[in-house]
């Protein structure tokens, strides 16, 4: 299983949460220089259409404008009054929304780290689906059934439906960021950035300059709104919650380029009033650059902060708290990978707890089923509960990524893992030697650590007579690396624990 600290890029894509949430989190209110440009969707219409005769689709339709225009008309509170009802009928997202209008104030509630079922993603699809049949031009209802098809893996009917949604609202900043996560979740961001640079409105709104600046990054290419980026930080035209993302991008792209002064100034003005996202971005940076940015526990508050407490926990050592604040990231983002990633890797290698490693890649392989490190980690949980017939499964057909050194290097280490479980103990020694000589010459220290530390574990549970120099050797190479969860996973291989785990195995 490789480290998931050896992540050295991450770049400000666009969260994508359900349309209630994203209100709560205030993300998508008008900011002041936007509306002279784009104004919100006119409510007079529907103020009239409810005065002719009030019923829940019209009270939804109200719900979802206003919560793009800070309506605060009587009428307004009456719709969402009407939502909320419990005998209404409305889905769960109109509920959430009509919430947020009646109580803008209202605290965020945050997700727990226990999954949301399939059985619930699947009847919030059945909902959103029903309200389509009844309202088939809501974009926002397409955009929601894109996620939960993306969701539960349906990748054909995600995309679907989200073209539906952007061509009824080719301009709606919630609907461009959701698109924009979808494509990039897809592997698809040339599309993403089709998408922004086609609307006239992203040099205007600094939400969807950041998504810009973000998506450029991942394709390697230069920002076209660098430039009204820096105008709109600097022009006292938004607040500081409506520039955070374009500052911590712009500090981003500062810091690669050197410019640490920049980077600081901008990741300081970021940081002023930021969302998650930003959070877990300085999170990033705090660890991969250096006196570029500082995080107070108070920005921890931040709702939503899950990412940025997993890596800052993860920092201080405090594995089971950045376990926990992994799982709850999954839970908010469960289609993405690094998020899997994330809480398999603490779950099966530093807390060696692969059950439930097991079970975060297991789901996360519903919406992500043929994705590398999903797979590798997996056989490699598996493998190491004995489960070596799942564990096969997961892996004899994964690429064993020649081309990439590191890929390279996981994939023979986990070949040896499954080479040993298997009885083949010599093929399982000459395969991780493989790997941490590839690892050693192409610069990974930690991974070298990491393959040492499993090598010798497998040479303990076989009781080779090698086993106390493999030992050794990991030591060694733990000493000189610098990722700080190996020593606690050189831990787990004591002698005496791995005799206690190989009892309980057998029992």
Known sequence: MNPLFDDTVRRVIPRWRSLATTADLGELGPAKAITRHFPSEPLSEKRTDWLEGPNLFVATDIVGSALFADAE????????????????GATFIARRAAEKLLDPTRKVEE??????????????????RHTLKNDPRNAIAWAEVSYLYTLVGQPAKASAAMRAAVSLAPHNRYILRSATRLFVHEKDPAKALWLLRRSDRVPHDPWLMAAEIGVAGVMSQTPRVAKAAIAAISSGDFKPRDISEIAVAMGTLEAEHGNRQKAKKLFRRALEDPNENVLAQAAWAARVTTRTVDISASDLNVPYSFE?????????KDWENAFQESARWLNDQRFSIRAAAYASYLAGVVLAQHENAVTILEEAAVANPDDWTLRNNLAFSLASIDR????????DSLPDEAENSYRHGVWLATSGLLRFRDGDTAEGQRLYDEAIELFGRSGFQNARANAAIFKAREELRANLETAEAALNAAKDWVSKATSPELETVLEHIDPEKVREQMELTRS
């Open 73 to 88: 008309e009587e009428f307004v509170k009456q719709a969402a009054s009407l939502v909320v009802h419990p005998d209404s």
């Open 111 to 128: 997700p727990t780290s226990t999954l949301v079922t399939r059985t619930e993603i699947y009847q919030r699809l059945h909902d959103t």
């Open 308 to 316: 940025a407490r997993a890596r800052l926990y993860a920092q201080q």
């Open 388 to 395: 070596t017939t799942e564990a096969h499964k997961a892996f």
